[in-house]
Nanobody, 114 residues
Framework: VQLQAFGGGLVHAGGSLRLSCAAS????????MGWYRQGPGKQRELVAT???????NYADSVKGRFTISRDNGKNTVYLQMNSLKPEDTAVYYC?????????WGQGTLVTVSS
C-alpha cells in the first residue's frame, strides 16, 4: 500500500489550502483514512479521520475550520483547510488503517505566515 499526498504550500494567515492523498495497492473496506500533523518541536497529532462509511472525527483545534472528505472509488482523502492560523504550520501526513494495519504517506509541508 502506498499513499501519495499533494497540496501543501505557503499561505497567509486566514487563507485556505486543500490537501489530497491517494492510496494505491491492496485497499480493503472497511477502512479509515485520516490526516495527522507534526509541527516544529511537537509530536505528531491527529487532525481528522474519516471511515469508508463517511463517519468523521476532528481534533478540537480544527473543528469548524477544516473539513475531511473522501472518494472511495479513487481511494483518495481530502482535507479542506480554511481560516488557517500560524499554529497550523506543520508537516501533514495521510494515513490509512485497515484490517489491523496502518500505512503512512510521505508528508506534505504546510506553512502559514502571520
Amino acid at each position: 500500500v502506498q499513499l501519495q499526498a499533494f497540496g501543501g504550500g505557503l499561505v497567509h494567515a486566514g487563507g485556505s489550502l486543500r490537501l489530497s492523498c491517494a492510496a494505491s495497492g491492496s485497499i480493503f473496506s472497511p477502512n479509515t483514512m485520516g490526516w495527522y500533523r507534526q509541527g516544529p518541536g511537537k509530536q505528531r497529532e491527529l487532525v481528522a479521520t474519516i471511515t469508508s462509511a463517511g463517519n468523521t472525527n476532528y481534533a478540537d483545534s480544527v473543528k469548524g475550520r477544516f473539513t475531511i472528505s473522501r472518494d472511495n472509488g479513487k481511494n483518495t482523502v481530502y482535507l479542506q483547510m480554511n481560516s488557517l492560523k500560524p499554529e497550523d504550520t506543520a508537516v501533514y501526513y495521510c494515513n490509512i488503517r485497515m484490517w489491523g494495519r496502518e500505512y503512512w504517506g510521505q508528508g506534505t509541508l504546510v506553512t502559514v505566515s502571520s
